[in-house]
């Protein structure tokens, strides 16, 4: 038998780490066409931004829009990013369809985070001009115990790219997700881009209470209850027997 060195030992570690991580996020299914997206996971609830007053930020604070919570992001220079915005907001360029959407900017120091109010088996939206010219810009989507379940990494798509992102976790339920920024050069430390449409599946009806569960003490009454029910059930039939 092979003498394992520290450097062997700590080598398998890792490896078995990299595989472990890898299975968890096979799990998930990627999609790129709305559609198949649509009819393989049955969407039960949809954002579209348009209840919402131009300018509505989440640039170091927190918005609500629907069942999702947006939190985080950076505000470079003049510039102004994380907000809701109608088509032409900055400059343009991350525009879906001509309507009002989110127009999301990450940085290599910080990145936003999109809460999901009631957990979902599958989320989509369409995205605009997210991780370009050289840029590196992650969708990483976690269970409630911070477990990563998906990640999907844009990089060198073009001016104006149009995309659909659409994600099947596969039988497990997502809480939140993030946006990060790899930048390979210091002048590409910023990533903005536009996110409209977004479709998702809750684990439970948004609208619905969330079941209550009851305490220790309700069930061991309840229990009690029972029992000296068929203790009463049983004494009356022994009475009527004899």
Same mark, same amino acid.
């Given at each position: ?22 299975? @968890? ?7 790129? %066409?709305?559609? #198949?997206?649509? *009819? =393989?996971?049955?969407?039960? +609830? ?42 032409g907001f900055c400059e343009g ?16 120091? @910080? ?7 009631? %957990?979902?088996? #599958?989320?989509? *939206? =369409?995205?605009?001009?997210? +991780?370009d010219q050289g840029r590196e ?67 439970? %009806?948004?609208? #619905? ?34």
């Amino acid at each position: 038998m092979l003498p394992q060195t520290p450097q062997l030992i700590a080598a398998a570690l890792l490896a078995g780490a990299a595989l472990a991580q890898a299975s @968890a996020v096979s799990a998930a299914t990627l999609y790129a %066409d709305r559609a #198949a997206f649509e *009819a =393989d996971t049955a969407p039960t +609830g949809a954002i579209d931004f348009e209840d919402l007053p131009d300018g509505s930020s989440f640039s170091g604070q927190e918005l609500s829009v629907g069942p999702m919570r947006f939190s985080g992001g950076v505000t470079p220079g003049n510039e102004t990013w994380n907000v809701i915005s109608p088509v032409g907001f900055c400059e343009g360029y991350h525009s879906i369809d001509g309507s009002r959407h989110a127009c999301v900017g990450v940085s290599d120091h @910080a990145q936003v985070r999109l809460d999901f109010l009631t %957990d979902v088996s #599958a989320w989509g *939206a =369409d995205f605009s001009d997210m +991780g370009d010219q050289g840029r590196e810009t992650a969708l990483k989507f976690y269970d409630d115990a911070d477990q990563l379940l998906f990640e999907y990494v844009a990089a060198d798509q073009g001016e104006l790219e149009k995309t659909f992102i659409g994600v099947d976790f596969e039988g497990e339920s997502a809480s939140y997700m993030t946006f990060s920024l790899f930048a390979r050069l210091p002048s590409q430390d910023l990533d903005g881009f536009g996110m409209d449409n977004v479709i998702f599946t809750s684990v439970r %009806d948004p609208g #619905a209470p969330a079941p209550v569960p009851l305490p220790p003490a309700a069930l061991l009454l309840g229990s009690a209850a029972g029992g000296l029910m068929s203790l009463g059930r049983l004494r009356r039939k022994r009475q009527a027997a004899a």
